[in-house]
C-alpha cells in the first residue's frame, strides 16, 4: 500500500467548478506539502502545513486553499477551477526531524480544467 | 523569479557513458541540495542530497558536486543504465522546511 494516497489520480473540470483533491499518508509524518507540475517550470509549491493548526502559503498560493483535517490529511481546493490551473499536483510528507527536509510523494492527480 | 534551475530541459547519453546533470542557485542561504528521480506516473522519489559544508557526496553509481562559489551543483551518474531514464529535478532547502525546485532534466539513456 501506498504511503502517501492522493485521490482522485485523474480530474477533468469545467471553468468555474469548485474541486477538491484529498492526500493522505500513513507514514506518521507531521509536515505535508501540495506542489503543482508544470512543463518547463517544474514542482512550485502550493501551501503546506507543519502541524493540524498550522497553515502556510507558499510561491503560488493565489486560487487555491487547504484543509488540514488531521495529522494523516491533507486537502487542496480550487475554488472556481480555471484553464489554468491544469496541471499534475502532487501531495507530499516529511517528518521534519532531519537536517534534510526529505519529502516523501504522492503518485499525483492530473487535473485537467476546460 | 526562479531561484533553482535547470537549464538544461533533456539530455540523452549512450548506455554505460556518464551523464551529468547540472543545476544552478541564486540564493546563498539554501544550506542542503537534494536530487529527486521521476519516473512516468508515479511521484518524485529522493535520490541523493548533500550539505553546503562538502563539495561532494557519493552512493553507488550517483554522485554530487557542489560548487558553492559558483552556486553550482551537478549529478553525476556512471555507468548510465536504461533504467535511469526520468525526469531529474534539483531541489533546494534554507532550513525553513520547504524545497525549492528546479524545472527537471528529462534524461534518456540509449541501449
Known amino acids: 500500500d501506498a504511503d502517501v494516497t492522493q485521490t482522485p489520480r485523474n480530474r477533468i473540470t469545467k471553468t468555474g467548478k469548485r474541486i477538491m483533491l484529498e492526500c493522505s499518508q500513513t507514514?506518521?509524518?507531521?509536515?505535508m506539502y501540495w506542489y503543482r507540475q508544470d512543463p518547463g517550470l517544474g514542482l512550485r509549491l502550493i501551501y503546506y502545513?507543519?502541524?493540524?493548526?498550522?497553515?502556510n502559503k507558499g510561491e503560488i498560493s493565489d486560487g487555491y486553499s487547504v484543509s488540514r483535517q488531521a495529522q494523516a490529511k491533507f486537502s487542496l481546493s480550487l475554488e472556481s477551477a480555471i484553464p489554468n490551473q491544469t496541471a499534475l499536483y502532487f501531495c507530499?510528507?516529511?517528518?521534519?526531524?532531519?537536517?534534510?527536509?526529505?519529502?516523501?510523494f504522492g503518485s499525483g492527480t492530473q487535473l485537467s480544467v476546460l | 523569479d526562479q531561484q533553482v534551475k535547470q537549464n538544461s530541459p533533456s539530455l540523452s547519453v549512450q548506455e554505460g557513458r556518464i551523464s551529468i546533470l547540472n543545476c544552478d542557485y541564486t540564493?546563498?542561504?539554501?544550506?542542503?541540495f537534494l536530487w529527486y528521480k521521476k519516473y512516468p506516473a508515479e511521484g518524485p522519489t529522493f535520490l541523493i542530497s548533500?550539505?553546503?559544508?562538502?563539495d561532494k557526496n557519493e552512493d553507488g553509481r550517483f554522485t554530487v558536486f557542489l560548487n558553492k562559489s559558483a552556486k553550482h551543483l551537478s549529478l553525476h551518474i556512471v555507468p548510465s543504465q536504461p533504467g535511469d531514464s526520468a525526469v531529474y529535478f534539483c531541489?533546494?532547502?534554507?532550513?525553513?522546511?520547504?524545497?525549492?525546485f528546479g524545472q527537471g532534466t528529462t534524461l534518456q539513456v540509449k541501449p
Open positions: 507530499a510528507t516529511s517528518d521534519g526531524d532531519t537536517v534534510v527536509e526529505k519529502l516523501f
Open positions: 507514514k506518521g509524518h507531521d509536515r
Open positions: 502545513s507543519f502541524d493540524v493548526k498550522d497553515i
Open positions: 540564493n546563498s542561504m539554501f544550506d542542503y
Open positions: 548533500i550539505s553546503s559544508i562538502k
Open positions: 531541489a533546494a532547502s534554507d532550513n525553513t522546511g520547504k524545497l525549492i
